[in-house]
């Protein structure tokens, strides 16, 4: 089993960028794969990105490509999620997520272990 907590959510402007951060316990953080999700007011969970166990491959979404980069740090037990050229769309609660599926679908019920969520706010 794994705890998840998220970190580094706030408030920023268009165009600008943060850094979430989602620190896991557990010896065994570097047998999962992890994903990020996020969830916006009145909307459905969407799937933003995935990381392999070892961070030798990741997965995003359309919406996210070539804006957001998931890395990792097996020896900080650490996942992260950098996300640059943030837009009002953005805006939502970021989940990080962890699964022993090495090769998960994009749906949430491929996870089995979630964080509480931090909450990313971008301003137009």
């Known amino acids: 089993q794994v705890q998840l907590v998220e970190s580094g959510g706030g408030l920023v402007q268009a165009g600008g960028s943060l850094r979430l951060s989602c620190a896991a316990s557990?010896?065994?953080?570097?047998?999962?794969?992890m994903g990020w999700f996020r969830q916006a007011p009145g909307k459905e969970r969407e799937f933003v990105g995935r990381i392999s166990w070892n961070g030798g491959s990741t997965y995003y979404a359309d919406s996210v490509k070539g804006r957001f980069t998931i890395s990792r740090d097996n020896d900080k037990n650490t996942v992260y999620l950098q996300m640059n050229t943030l837009k009002p769309e953005d805006t939502a609660v970021y989940y990080c997520?962890?699964?022993?599926?090495?090769?998960?679908?994009?749906?949430?019920?491929?996870?089995?272990?979630w964080g509480q969520g931090t909450q990313v706010t971008v301003s137009s």
């Open positions: 997520a962890a699964t022993t599926s090495a090769w998960p679908t994009p749906n949430s019920y491929d996870y089995n272990y």
């Open positions: 557990g010896r065994t953080f570097s047998s999962y794969t």
